[in-house]
């Protein structure tokens, strides 16, 4: 691990007077198929004890297959043989049996793993949803019950999010939609309209510099549809990811909002802006945890 980042010893907490700093791991760690141990041991050197977690480091650790994995997702070639699209097709129906099938008893392990250590899994993060067979969908669900989250995540498709909100319901769990510069307040509401346990992710920076307006009035109306936010600075008109504190994004605002209000939202930490010279990403990580640590006290 980097050596510019705090150890950390003891058990962890980022809960701090009510509000839970996370991790988007292992994005963050710039590896989504990151070892579910070595997520771990980095959200313990920089004492978080939470995380929004993306389900490549639980299925890696089910056993899935990599090479299945990687056969099965889509190309994004424009033009692809029949043969292709054949062997893509049986690849993604191959993984979608295997996690069917795939044994329970396995994920609680690997939520125990967690939870020993001191760090919960509130959220988790599923890549190309919407592609999913409704067998598939409910597995995501019954994954992230059994990793002890408390709602899903996924990109925001406003279209698709009405056949995900069914899946919501039914399972009475909330799915935190993530939106991106060009998503606006209408995009979100109209997601709501859809389904009881339709929800957001309120990425600050991307709300900012896409709507060109502050995150705080979105935040204050739906912040009991608000799973979690992703907390990162940018600058207005679409501009660049800053170190925290040196763009135009309110984050001490809206991190003291959620603590005075006593909102059960995740600061979830998305690690977006360069690296430095002569520092290095855990050591970036550790000054945006520091930051909303300070801006809470």
């Given amino acids: 691990?980097?050596?510019?980042?705090?150890?950390?010893?003891?058990?962890?907490?980022?809960?701090?007077?009510?509000?839970?700093?996370?991790?988007?791991?292992?994005?963050?760690?710039?590896?989504?198929?990151?070892?579910?141990?070595?997520?771990?041991?980095?959200?313990?050197?920089?004492?978080v004890s939470a995380v929004e977690l993306r389900s490549q480091p639980v299925e890696k650790f089910l056993g899935v297959s990599a090479d299945l994995v990687a056969a099965a997702a889509p190309s994004g070639r424009a033009t692809r043989s029949a043969a292709e699209i054949a062997a893509q097709k049986d690849a993604a129906d191959q993984l979608r049996r295997w996690r069917v099938g795939v044994s329970m008893d396995r994920v609680r392990a690997f939520r125990k793993m967690f939870e020993d250590a001191g760090v919960a899994i509130e959220i988790v993060k599923f890549d190309a949803i919407y592609s999913r067979a409704d067998d598939e969908v409910d597995y995501c669900f019954a994954l992230a019950r059994a990793l002890?989250?408390?709602?899903?995540?996924?990109?925001?498709?406003?279209?698709?999010?009405?056949?995900?909100?069914?899946?919501?319901?039914?399972?009475q769990m909330m799915v935190g939609y993530h939106g991106h510069a060009e998503t606006a307040p209408?995009?979100?509401?109209?997601?709501?309209?859809?389904?009881?346990y339709n929800g957001a992710n309120l990425d600050l920076g991307h709300f900012l510099a896409g709507n060109n307006t502050s995150p705080i009035p979105?935040?204050?109306?739906?912040?009991?549809?608000?799973?979690?936010?992703?907390?990162?600075d940018r600058k207005l008109n679409n501009g660049p990811n800053v170190p925290f504190g040196q763009g135009d994004t309110p984050i001490v605002e809206a991190l003291r909002l959620i603590r005075d209000r006593q909102w059960n939202i995740q600061a979830t930490i998305e690690f977006e802006y360069p690296v430095p010279a002569g520092s290095d990403r855990m050591a970036e990580i550790a000054k945006c945890v520091d930051y909303c640590r300070k801006a809470l006290a």
């Fill in 148 to 171: 002890g989250a408390r709602a899903l995540s996924c990109e925001i498709d406003v279209p698709q999010t009405k056949r995900i909100g069914q899946f919501a319901d039914k399972h």
């Fill in 186 to 196: 209408a995009h979100w509401q109209q997601a709501f309209s859809y389904a009881k």
């Fill in 1 to 47: 691990l980097a050596a510019g980042a705090p150890r950390q010893a003891a058990r962890p907490n980022s809960k701090v007077r009510g509000v839970q700093i996370a991790m988007n791991a292992p994005y963050n760690f710039g590896n989504n198929g990151m070892a579910a141990d070595e997520v771990l041991a980095r959200c313990l050197q920089l004492g």
């Fill in 218 to 232: 979105f935040l204050t109306q739906y912040h009991d549809r608000i799973t979690h936010i992703h907390v990162k």
